[in-house]
Each structure stands twice: as C-alpha cells, then as structure tokens.
C-alpha cells in the first residue's frame, strides 16, 4: 500500500482537502473538524513528510493576484472575493496594482518562475512569455492565450462576453435605437476576451441593419481626467450641424465608461434614456451594494472570483482544471434604458 | 570612518534611500538615478554586505495591510494607495480582509511575530496583546493604542476625528438643525480614534442648546442586508405621532451609512436635503473619481496611505517615525446639505 495522501486524509476524516491543510498550516478550523482530521492522520500514520513530497517543492501558500487598481470597484471586489476563498484554503494573497504596465506584472511572474509564490491569477496587460508561463500555475481572467487547452498550468476564467454584446446590441434595438455607438477601452492583446463584446454588439447590428460605429478609448481602465476630457472631446463633436446628437444608444465596455457618458451627456442637455440610451458591462452598484449604477451587462464577479481561485489551487495541487471556463452575464437595468421590466430572457 | 550605509549611499547620491532600495532590488529607477546610485555604490565601496548587516534579520520585503474588507471603497482606495507606494520602495503586500475578525487578524500578527513579514498596516478590531506586538513594525489606523508614545514599533495614523465632528456639527447647527442624531457605527476598542468624531459632535451639539441623541449600529464596516434593516427600522421608529420625522439634522460616522439613511427617508417621502440635512464621514466619490456621493467630512485617503507606508518603512529600518499622526479633513458637498458654497474657513 502506497503512502497515505493528503486526499486520503480529507477522505477518512469525512473533510475537504482546504481543511486538512489548514490543521497543518495552524490555521483555523472548527474544532470537531481539527479532531477528526488530527485523528485521521493518526490511524493512516499520514507524516508531513508525506506531506510535503506530494506538494510542489519550496511551496509558500502564498499566491499573486495582478489587477489594474483597486480603484475600479470591479477589480476590489475581484480581489476581495479571490482574497477571502483563497484564506479559507490556508493560502496568503499578495496583491499587484498593475496599472496596465507590464514592468509590474513582470515582478510577480518572476517571482512565480523562482518558486516565490506558488501561482498568479492575472488581468494581464503583458504579452506573456509562453516559455517561461509553462511553469506558473496561472488563472488568466479575460485572457485565452491557450485556445487549444495545450497548457499545464494556465486557465481563463472570463464571462460570457459574446452574449453580454448580444444582450446589449438586442436590448437598444428592440427599444428602437438606429443609429447606435460601441465605445470600448481596455487590452487589445491576443486572446483578449473582452474584444467579443464589441464582435457580437457590431455583428448584432449590422444584421439588423443599424448603423453602428465603435470607437477605442484605449487600455485604461481607470478614470483620470485626461480620460474623462477624451470622452467629454469625442462626445462634443458628436452633435451635427442642426446641434443634435447623432446617437440614439451607447454600449461601452466598462459601466465606469457608461457612467461619465451619461454624466457628460445630461450636461449637455441631452435626456437618458429617453434621448439616449446607454448600456455599460461589468454590472457595478451603488457603494458595491445598492442599485445598479448604470444599465449593464453584470458579470458575476464573486464566481469569476471563486473559479479562479479554485482552478489555481487545482493547478498547484497538479490536479485537473477546465482551460476555459465561461460565466454568464445578465442584463440589469440601471436607469439609463427605458424599458424597466423586460426580462432577459425575451432574447 | 565606519562602513557605509545606505543612507550614505542615498546622500551621496542625491536620490531617496527607496531608490538605491530599488537599485538593489533590481527594481525600476530612471536610467539615471540608476546610473548615480552605482556610481555612488562603487566610491563609497557599499556592499551588499553592509547593507544586510543593516536591515532585520531575515527580512522579507513583504508587509501585511490588513482592513475589514475591499467592498468599501474607503479600503480599497487604501489599499490601492499603500501598495503603489509599497512597490515603489521594493516592498510586496499580503492583503487581508479581516470581516473586523480576530482570528482572521491574529494570522498576519503571527506571521509578523515569526518574522515572516516585515510588518503589518491595519485597521484592527483586535485587542491587541501588548507584549507581542512590540516586537512588531506596527502602524495602526485610527487606532492609538500607545498614547504616551513609549512603544518603539507602534505608531498610529488617523485623520483628525474630532475637528471632523465638530465641523459637521458646526454645519448642522448653521444651517438651523434643532434636534440632530449621530449614527455610528465601527470599533469600539479602546484607543480607536474615530470615537472623537461622536464627541467632538455631541458636545458642539451640547453646547449649542441643540437637541442631539447618538444611535449604535455595531461595528460592521460593510453594508449587509441585515444592517441596513437595522436602520431602516431604526428610522421608521423616528417618527412621532403626527407623522413627523422626529430629526432634522443626521451626522453619521461613514459614508456608507449616509447613503443608506438618504435613500431610506427618500423612500418615506421625506426630501433631502430640505427637510433632513444628512453628513457622513470619508468622503467617498461616486466610481472613486466623481462628484461626492452625500456630503461628508472627507479624510485624506491617499495621504493617509503614504504616511503610513512610510511610517512603515521608516519602523522597519529603525528610523525614527512620529507616533501620532493626525491629518486634516474638510467638509465637502454632496447634495445632502442645503448650502453648496459655504467655506470649510468659516467654521
């Protein structure tokens, strides 16, 4: 009989294998659940040597998470979620503000590759090295840089973006918009998932024969005022010779952007919904609890936040992960489209 | 002449001990900073050696920030600011979300104690044992827990609690308010500094001839739906006989409170700030970067942030920090007031 695992453990114990890992790390646990676990090692004479075989060598249960800033509320509450799944496992979160800039991403993927940290779950804005990431458990959130699952250890867990186009392109249709505006910003890298919201949202219209027209605000994805004054320009020069505005609906790829479109179209005089409609994705609320702040195609941030984790701490453990792995996306209303109660399900 | 130490290096330089930090870290420096820091590094014969001499044993470069949770943009803004400035000095930071748990805390204060982190940022809701803690890099925010100063590795960070009270109370009594309540909510422990923002309050109220109550709504930092059911019956209570509500002044202890009272007396039909004036605390924007979300006492986010990374630092390498550090407020406007263009100087 081979040696006893840490599965064998969690099995005879009746516990998760997260558990049985805490009681070794000193971590919290209910007591009746240490007991039991503390006694299953006992009677299958499990040995932290055994332990520490079938684990990667010099692991520190300390893991990455690499996201813009912590400044759009999507991204805090990305990492909020990632850091209280990720503690309940005994694993300690180190946190990277990229600011979409390559040169800090690059400390915590080297950091990965001389086994600092045991893994990175990342928004990454880096063409990323396919040499060196072979090694790294990596969860890529919105990045499929593996489309034919070749990869050992990378996964991306994003949502449904092509459907979150779709949903927005039918919703100003069917509220009667013609003459519509996709403003995207973010990463335009390879792989990059997101890029499908503006795919579907175009391809929904053009079917429908609605004039549509993308524009790029670039990769920011935070607001600062040369952002700001980018938009407000581009919106100024929107109106046509007789002062009207040339657009009857907006999507935008982020509800920040919605947000300071709505803004900046009430003070030009312009009435939402009922002038313009306007239609963000991420599906950000009040304060991160109240109403939906604009109308938007919500993305299920706690999940996304929960399959990464989970798909890391798999790929650590070397056990199986699913390469690709799609969320849904709803549409919620927000007060910037007219038709509060349409449900998603009429499309 | 005794060995050189960084400083020397940083001196000779004309750059910032965090830079030659950098250089040593092989962490990004304008191409010149890092071409003097080398040159300086070979004159003075600094070596690696000297330099680790110098640091704590076993340092690891990696500090702890500890905050009840990432949902309230006052904790992620924080968390945003503390780690920019954190990399920058070639430090990494481990996030914790304590949900204002002990155990959840006690974690990061053992790691800290074994010396496998270099120190910790946090708002605690720990009573913290003494003993242990002075061997630890400590900056507590909006805790003071060593008022005389005697503790060499404990400072604290806040922003000024009580002006903050009394400005809003001066604002409330300004604008006529009669009979006023102080909602609070957060630490009671001792030494938590945000308690002067109710007692600054409650004696301009007092010595005013203003009518003034205080209500406690526990220590929950973060908006479940349990709490705001706690105030929204707190607040359908507050209506006598005829229908009234019985308050014309709300002072709250943050933000977040402040919006769920304006929205739930809207929803009772009574109009802000006409009939009820509301100010909260931490001057939140709307996405972080917009207008004021209520009007409030607003606290210094991203200085708070650097005073305490670097008080951080500072501890850390044994340098001298200053043990309380109190920076200013201001009220600002967020529509929950009736006069936009009063001046802060006026109180």
Redesign the interface.
Known sequence: MSDPTIKDVAKDACVSVGTVSKVLHN??VKPENRRRVESSIKRLNYTVNTYARGLREKQTF?VAVVVP?????FF??L??YT??IL?SMGY??????S?CRQ??EA?YFQMAVQNKIDGIIAITYSILNQRKIRKIPLVLIDRNLDPEGKEENLCCVTCDNYRGGELAAKHLISDGCQNVLYLRNGSTLLGTETLKRGKAFLSVCSKAGIRAKEVDFGQET??KDEN?NTIRDFLKKSFDENGRFQYDGIFTSSD?HA??VK?ELKREGISIPEQVEIIGFDG?R?????DY?VSSIAQPIREIAMEAADSLIKMINHEHVQRVKVLPVKFVEGGTTKFATRLNSQF
Do not use: K, M
Not at 69 to 73: E, R
Not at 92 to 97: Q, S
């Open positions: 971590q919290y300390t800033d912590l400044i759009n509320p805090a509450e990492v909020h850091e209280l503690s300690r979160l180190l946190v990277c503000n600011q040169d800090r400390v935070t607001l700001v920040i947000v300071i803004r950000l009040e304060l991160n609890y109240g702040i």
